[in-house]
Each structure stands twice: as structure tokens, then as C-alpha cells.
């Protein structure tokens, strides 16, 4: 009786597993079938033969490859510009000893996290605008890494608060000064928390599709999300070469997961725990 008591939650969870893979796995199989027929007559199956030449004709003739090369370095640029700033603010309202103006930044960058980003369209729009930058990826940069900056002073801030308090006076015993302090001793020892953060980052820039569709107008400097989109072949939608794009769109974030899957868990823990 209590065997069947434990197997029954990983019976549901499987299910649930299930349901949240099919979805990819369909695509995954109607990107290497033929056309569009094909996926109409056998939509759930796997392929009778597979169609490799959909990833190339994605890549090469759907422009894919230069979609995905935006939305990567953009992404990585500014998470890690995102990061660089959050992780010296978070140093400052949390190691610094100013303890009041500490508290009336921390609560103001609180207040940013209370308003909502789709909100922001017009204003930032409105600034884009004025210093005469839209249709260039700078455009995307700024907004991305300013609204990336109170969730990741958040969490960093929290990381760091807890880390031990004599680590730091040794340092400043050995002659470090505040520059020294941050660089060699505290953001080495942030690395999980920064880790977790640049991931959130990353995949909310890849993600994105309201300010890239708005911001840019040339085909070349379009992102993937906005890119497939507009993916359509001479006559109609070509299904099997779409499904082939989402793959591509999907892939750094299933090897960004197998790789840092443990930096992610110790990251989202660490601050959760004093000492």
C-alpha cells in the first residue's frame, strides 16, 4: 500500500511530462517530414523517411542563420551588460556602508519591478526616437539591460547578503579596496547567482518579440522571434521547414539548460540560506 501511495505522484508527473513534451515533440517530427501534406495526413506519427534538407533550406534560404545571430549576440550582450551593472549595484546596496541611502535605492529599484514592460512601449519608443537610433540593434540593447537590471539587483542581492561577513574584512585587512573587493572576492563568489541570472536574462532577451517587431524594420537586423513571424515561402506556409526554424530557436536554450542545469539549482538556493 504505501509502494502504491508513492508510485501514484510519479504516475501524474510522467502524465504531466508528457503533455508538456508533446507539443516539442511534434514539431520535432514535422520538421523532418516532407511537405505540408504530409504533416496534414500524419500530424501525431513519426515520419516515414526523414527530411534533413529542412534545416538547411531554413538556415540558407529562410534566413534563419542571420535571425539566429541576432538574437544571440543581442541576447548574450545584454544579459552580460545587464549583469555587469545589477552586480554593482547589488554590491552597493548590500556591502557598502551606507545603510540608509542602501534602503531608499533598494526599495526604488523594488518599484521597478511594479511596472509592467509592455507599458514602457511608447516612452521608449518616444526616447529611441529622439536619440536617433531605432532600426539599429543599440535600440534593443538599452531597453533589454535597463529592464533586465531590478530583477537581477534582486536576486544578486540576495546572494551576496549572504555571504559571511569575515571573508570581506580579510580582504580589506590584506589591503583591498572597494574595486579590489568587488572584482576578486565577491563576484567570483557570486557566480552561481550570476549564472541563474544571465539564464532568465538571456532566454526573456531571446524571447522577446513586442520592441524587436516595433524598433526594427530591416529584414537583416530582425531578430529570430520576429523573423519567424514573417516565414513564409513563395505560395504559402511551409510547415515542415517552420517546424525545422523552431527547432533552431529552441536549441541554445535546451544546451544552455544541459550544461549550467546545476549552476541553475545552486543559484536559485544559495541566497536562501545564511552563513
Known amino acids: ?13 510522467m502524465a504531466y511530462l508528457l503533455v508538456i513534451l508533446y507539443p516539442f515533440l511534434f514539431v520535432l517530427f514535422s520538421s523532418v517530414k516532407t511537405d505540408n501534406q ?9 515520419p516515414s523517411t526523414i527530411i534533413l534538407d529542412n534545416y538547411v533550406n531554413a538556415w540558407v534560404n529562410a534566413k534563419i542563420s542571420t535571425y539566429f545571430w541576432n538574437s544571440l549576440y543581442i541576447g548574450v550582450l545584454s544579459a552580460c551588460l545587464s549583469i555587469l551593472f545589477a552586480a554593482m549595484l547589488a554590491f ?8 540608509r541611502i542602501s534602503a531608499i535605492v ?28 531605432l532600426n539599429t540593434h543599440i535600440a534593443l540593447i538599452l531597453p533589454y539591460v535597463a529592464n533586465a537590471i531590478p530583477f537581477s539587483v534582486i536576486i544578486l542581492a540576495a546572494f551576496m547578503r549572504s555571504l559571511p561577513s569575515e571573508i570581506e574584512e580579510a580582504a580589506v585587512i590584506d589591503g583591498l579596496r572597494s574595486g579590489g573587493l568587488f572584482a576578486r572576492i565577491i563576484l567570483p563568489l557570486t557566480v552561481p547567482a550570476i549564472v541563474t ?4 536574462n538571456f532566454l526573456g532577451n531571446w524571447n522577446e518579440f513586442l520592441l524587436a517587431n516595433y524598433f526594427l524594420s530591416n529584414d537583416e537586423l530582425r531578430t529570430l522571434p520576429v523573423g519567424m513571424v514573417g516565414f513564409r515561402d513563395a505560395y504559402n506556409t ?8 523552431i527547432i533552431f530557436s529552441v536549441l541554445p536554450v535546451l544546451i544552455i539548460y544541459a550544461i549550467l542545469q546545476e549552476k541553475i539549482i545552486e543559484g536559485v538556493t544559495a541566497g536562501s540560506v545564511k552563513g
Do not use: C, E
Open 38 to 46: 504530409s504533416i496534414a495526413t500524419n500530424p501525431f506519427g513519426m
Open 238 to 245: 511551409n510547415y515542415a521547414q517552420m517546424s525545422a526554424g
Open 106 to 133: 533598494f526599495q526604488l529599484i523594488l518599484i521597478g519591478m511594479l511596472i509592467p514592460n509592455n507599458s514602457l512601449l511608447l516612452p521608449i519608443y518616444g526616447i529611441m526616437r529622439k536619440l536617433d537610433i
Open 197 to 200: 541570472v544571465f539564464i532568465i
Open 1 to 13: 500500500m504505501r509502494a502504491i501511495k508513492k508510485l501514484v505522484p510519479h504516475i501524474f508527473l
Open 92 to 99: 552597493a546596496v548590500t556591502r557598502m556602508r551606507y545603510n
